[in-house]
């Protein structure tokens, strides 16, 4: 059983999924923190509906970045935590926590990296006529969503779409993908070995790791 620290900023359904995973013995864990930087979000609520530990360490509470990931890092340091999920985290993050954390940090990121790092990932999709798009499930390296990717779930576009609706989709993807991943880190068949990740024979994402999604 490992011992999970979820970050969020705002909604959590990504937290939902995987506490469910966590609650049905899908993932080999638990959740033993999560920790908010913006108070009163829906994400807090989902943690409490799941009586699980959580927190708000707000980043505007801190002078500067560095003192926010100080106080951040000895927060989850104290949980000693087999893996962090940065569900919806939007913060970014400096080299002191991801240093702190190397190996055991993960990302998922509303696009097929290395397409869109960053923000507004979706409607730079549909501005630019793409024909794919998707989420992508990454090891968390000093970088802008650049760390080692893990897994990716794409989708075929409907140009007709609203970027609300696009929004949609890729939540059923992001519900459906990570616990998977964070079920395999758990169970030893994913992990990362330098600056490369390493799957195990059994693991289902070392043979595949783009999964095509009709959602």
């Given amino acids: 059983m490992i011992k999970i ?7 959590g359904s990504n937290l939902e999924a995987i506490a ?13 923190l999560v920790i908010s930087n913006k108070p009163d979000v829906k994400g807090l609520e989902r943690a409490q509906k799941y009586h699980l530990m959580s927190q708000t360490i707000n980043h505007t509470d801190f002078s500067s970045r560095e003192d926010f990931d100080q106080a ?15 569900a919806g985290f939007m913060r970014i993050l400096t080299t002191q926590f991801t240093n702190a954390f190397a190996g055991k940090l993960i990302n998922i990121h509303p ?4 397409e869109y790092p960053g923000l507004d990932t979706h409607k730079q999709a549909l501005e630019n006529g793409d024909l794919m798009h998707g989420v992508t499930i990454h090891y968390v390296d000093e970088g802008l969503d650049s760390g080692p990717i893990i ?14 609706k696009l929004a949609q989709r890729i ?16 169970k030893g068949l994913i992990s990362l070995k330098g600056k490369e990740v390493k799957f195990e024979s059994k693991s289902y994402f070392g043979k595949n790791n783009m999964e095509f999604f009709n959602v």
Wanted: net charge negative; hydrophobic share 45%.
């Fill in 5 to 11: 620290v979820v970050l969020i900023s705002g909604n």
């Fill in 111 to 114: 696009s097929l990296l290395p």
């Fill in 72 to 86: 951040l890092t000895e927060r989850v340091l104290s949980i000693e935590p087999d893996l962090v999920v940065l």
């Fill in 20 to 32: 469910k995973a966590c609650q049905n013995n899908s993932i080999p864990g638990s959740i033993e």
């Fill in 171 to 186: 939540h059923k993807i992001e519900h459906a993908l990570l616990p998977k991943v964070i079920a395999e880190i758990a």
């Fill in 151 to 164: 897994a990716q779930g794409a989708l075929k576009i409907d140009p007709s779409q609203s970027e609300a």
